[in-house]
């Protein structure tokens, strides 16, 4: 089974700052297996990167991500108020077709 | 746009079956695109994938509730569902189904807006 372990637990930014946020799989994991949502309170998960560097639909460019094997990254270049939320990275394992969450990274105003 | 709903008792006893259903309105669920799923979270803390169905029938589960979870789909509904056995306070939590693309690179998906499930007597 592969854990992924998210870091920060929480980060603590200003709007207008840069957030970079890590995602590491205990074993390699395909890119295309990679994903990263943020959850606000109240709210479903909502997709904001899958393939590991893709943006899904509707989501601001300000958001990326990149990395590949066991070290994945989410950066938010210039953070916006409705950008502070939690996040998680979830990876699929094709064999079987289980699915993993990080533990999440709060990310909160300074 | 497909949205999505669950239902089901929001207060469920220790040791009784939870069963809880997921109702896609906006399209049609019944397409080899897709797979459906279910993932919970309990108060204050993360996501848990608790398992999804394929269109071909095939079914995976988190190993820790295997023994306990069954995940069924009603095409001619719009509907899948999910079932907990032997329930305990562990079990509390708020309910997610989603729908997503089959394939990778995954590159959308669907969730309901959650349920909030507890657990006591």
């Known amino acids: 089974e592969i854990v992924l372990t998210q870091s920060p637990g929480t980060l603590s930014l200003s709007p207008g700052e840069r957030a970079t946020l890590s995602c590491r799989a205990s074993?390699?994991?395909?890119?295309?297996?990679l994903a990263w949502y943020q959850q606000k309170p109240g709210q479903a998960p909502r997709l904001l990167i899958y393939?590991?560097?893709s943006r899904a639909t509707g989501i601001p460019d300000r958001f990326s991500g990149s990395g590949s094997g066991t070290d994945f990254t989410l950066t938010i270049s210039r953070l916006e108020p409705e950008d502070f939320a939690v996040y998680y990275c979830?990876?699929?394992?094709?064999?079987?077709?289980?699915?993993?969450f990080g533990q999440g990274t709060k990310l909160e105003i300074k | 746009q497909l949205q999505l709903q669950e239902s089901g008792p929001g207060l469920v006893k220790p040791s009784e079956t939870l069963s809880l259903t997921c109702t896609v309105s906006?399209?049609?669920?019944?397409?080899?695109?897709?797979?459906w799923g279910w993932i919970r979270q309990p108060p204050g803390k993360g996501l848990e994938w608790i398992g999804s169905?394929?269109?071909?029938?095939?079914?995976y589960y988190n190993p820790s509730l295997k023994s306990r979870v069954t995940i069924s789909v009603d095409t001619s509904k719009n509907q899948f569902s999910l079932k907990l056995s032997s329930v305990t306070a562990a079990d509390t939590a708020v309910y997610y189904c989603?729908?997503?693309?089959?394939?990778?690179?995954?590159?959308?998906?669907?969730w309901g807006q959650g349920t909030l499930v507890t657990v006591s007597s």
């Open positions: 169905i394929y269109y071909s029938g095939s079914t």
């Open positions: 393939g590991a560097s």
């Open positions: 906006g399209g049609s669920i019944s397409s080899s695109s897709y797979y």
């Open positions: 979830q990876q699929y394992g094709s064999s079987p077709p289980v699915y993993t």
């Open positions: 074993q390699s994991v395909s890119s295309s297996y």
């Open positions: 989603r729908l997503a693309a089959r394939l990778p690179p995954f590159p959308f998906d669907y």
